[in-house]
């Protein structure tokens, strides 16, 4: 990208103005107040949309007086031309010449935010621009004053990987959200745990023998009673047959209830073992889903990996210099174009073979799903059986009792006339009948405790089927869990695979620069370990650019500009307002060198009112701005 034109109206302190660029080194050279610094917010302005200095509003550019003001920028990207015009009410245009052509076309226009189109026609974006490509005057002060959290952000932006930063943090509260859940899950089954089954059970067994027994001893003692016991004893007997029914009925219906959907306790034993055989013969299918999301996410990384090298080749085969950017050595075409067709043969196997995976890990999934669903079935139906059991345990023993009653009821009605003498003369009837009290005191308070230990005992049955439930839910969040933890790694992976693409070639080119400025003694340097504050190995010792002096630090902060625009992709162009201010002498003529040296690979906008700089660049294109006279 070269750019060709400035065009301003009532933009800062120009009313109408244009100046043109050229090839090279250009030079705005005037004192202060004359409007230097405006055009090169004028350039960034009109490329980004944004002030170039941080919080200053859009209208605060527009020219004293005036409603709006108006930054345009005339450029050439490959062999097309270009009008990017905005105004500080935020419309924006962008317009197009063909070579040769005469009339420029609109491509698009309207108040709105043109970032992402000119992001995806011309590969640059406002990180890109900041961070590479502009030098406002102060900047290096802000930059090292930064806390490492937003230099890492600024990091991510340009290395364009700020998208997955917000996948890899929603993994994460995922990944948070599934282990409260966990634990949540973890407390309720502690809380629903259950330890007197059998104590109950045993304990149900005992009374209803006791009973047995009572029962037994009432009968006999009702048998000496005489006529007048007889009547008692039936109408007792009555209301025992019907109470027995009641329950009887009562058990059937839960019963119908359990089985509802299966014919008998049989069919319900038949599809419990067939879901068994089903589940023992998928028993590796969870393995397996685990095992290919591994090889997913190791086949993304290694596609992003490969993806990101093609691009590279790509750029190096239609790069202009014919030297590579890292190693200076000549670049011979047809190699480079080798390695690129190895790397998208690779890529593209790569892919298919990630694709299979898919579908392959598409149909685990779906075989996991149904099995997950026949295991909760499997849950349920053991419920229904353990029920029945219970249930059919209760209606065998009232069974029995209702059939005892129900014959000894026969015997009674009708009442058959009594036999003289049939009390024993020894029996009194006063203590019978004490005693047949007694005894239906405690058969009625047994069976009281009977009926309360059944209903226990069915409480206890629902909590164990609800604690088959939960632990169910509790397997399904840890596999959610584990997902999450895994697909949280595999973007760790990816994002350091990114980084390590980029930021080590822009090592090596802050390296070949401090080389071609004399600055060798800076051996080591590493951009990621402070997110991208470097990190020197000064003559042995570890420093950082915080405790250089001031004018390293602006050398060396040039040298990493242009070293990351280079890793990142050069638009071909910097623009550098007053880069030696505060220089020492030695140091303004090795920054003048250096702009020098970056204009034999690139177009160089640098702003200045220092003399030494205008004779130090004699051949640069000259845009001289007067102080009072801006507007004109």
Not at 272 to 301: C, H, M
Not at 348 to 362: P, V
Request: proline share 3%; net charge negative; glycine share 6%.
């Amino acid at each position: 990208m070269r750019l060709e034109r400035i065009i301003l109206k009532s933009f800062g302190c120009f009313d109408r103005r244009d100046f043109d660029l050229s090839d090279g080194v250009n030079l705005i050279f005037g004192p202060n107040f004359s409007g230097k610094s405006t055009l090169v917010n004028a350039i960034f302005f009109a490329l980004t949309g944004k002030p170039i200095v941080p919080r200053v509003g859009l209208p605060a550019m527009a020219q004293s007086g005036a409603s709006s003001g108006t930054a345009g920028i005339n450029f050439r990207n490959g062999e097309q031309s270009y009008q990017l015009f905005r105004s500080t009410q935020g419309e924006v245009q962008l317009r197009q010449k063909e070579e040769n052509a005469e009339k420029w076309r609109i491509l698009f226009t309207g108040k709105r935010s043109a970032d992402e189109d000119l992001r995806k026609q011309f590969h640059f974006s406002y990180h890109h621009l900041a961070a590479a490509t502009f030098l406002r005057e102060g900047e290096i002060f802000e930059f090292l004053a930064r806390q490492p959290a937003d230099r890492r952000d600024v990091l991510n932006a340009l290395l364009g990987i700020d998208r997955l930063m917000e996948v890899r943090q929603r993994f994460i509260e995922g990944r948070r959200v599934a282990k409260r859940e966990e634990k949540r899950i973890q407390d309720h089954q502690r809380s629903m745990r259950v330890t007197t089954v059998k104590n109950h059970r045993e304990e149900i067994e005992r009374v209803e023998a006791e009973l047995k027994n009572l029962e037994g001893e009432y009968e006999l003692l009702s048998g000496k009673a005489g006529e007048g016991g007889d009547t008692v004893l039936a109408a007792e007997l009555t209301q025992a047959h019907e109470r027995f029914q009641k329950e009887i009925d009562g058990l059937i219906q839960e019963r119908a209830s359990v089985l509802s959907g299966f014919t008998d306790v049989d069919h319900l034993r038949t599809s419990i073992k067939e879901i068994e055989t089903a589940t023992a013969s998928a028993s590796g299918l969870e393995k397996q889903r685990d095992e290919l999301i591994q090889g997913i996410g190791s086949l993304n990384s290694q596609i992003q990996t490969l993806s990101v090298e093609c691009e590279t080749l790509r750029q190096l085969i239609d790069s202009d210099h014919g030297h590579c950017p890292t190693c200076h050595q000549p670049v011979q075409q047809k190699i480079i174009a080798g390695i690129l067709a190895e790397k998208e043969s690779a890529r593209a196997a790569s892919q298919e073979e990630l694709e299979a995976q898919q579908k392959t890990l598409d149909e685990h999934t779906a075989n996991i799903n149904a099995l997950r669903g026949l295991r909760q079935r499997h849950q349920l139906m053991q419920g229904k059986i353990e029920q029945l059991e219970r249930i059919e345990k209760q209606l065998a023993n009232l069974q029995r009792e209702f059939d005892r009653v129900a014959s000894r009821l026969g015997a009674l009605q009708p009442t058959t006339p009594l036999q003289t003498g049939a009390i024993s003369d020894a029996a009194d009837p006063a203590q019978l009948a004490e005693q047949r009290r007694q005894l239906k005191y405690r058969i009625d308070s047994l069976r009281r405790r009977l009926d309360g230990l059944n209903r226990e005992e069915a409480v206890i049955a629902h909590k164990l089927e609800e604690l088959q439930r939960t632990q169910h839910q509790a397997n399904q969040i840890l596999r959610t869990r584990l997902s999450f933890e895994l697909a949280c790694d595999g973007v760790e992976k990816t994002i350091a695979s990114l980084q390590q693409t980029i930021l080590q070639p822009a090592e090596k080119e802050i390296r070949r620069w401090l080389e071609r400025m004399d600055l060798t003694r800076f051996s080591q340097i590493d951009l990621k370990s402070q997110h991208l504050l470097p990190s020197l190995n000064v003559e042995g010792s570890e420093r950082n650019l915080l405790l250089l002096s001031g004018s390293e630090k602006m050398m060396l902060y040039l040298c990493f500009k242009a070293a990351l625009s280079e890793a990142l992709g050069a638009l071909g162009f910097f623009v550098f307002d007053d880069p030696t201010l505060h220089l020492d002498p030695d140091r303004r003529g090795a920054m003048i060198d250096f702009i020098q040296r970056l204009a034999e690979e690139h177009q160089v906008i640098v702003t200045s009112n220092d003399p030494e700089v205008r004779a130090g660049l004699p051949d640069a294109h000259l845009i001289e701005t007067v102080s009072g006279n801006a507007s004109s």
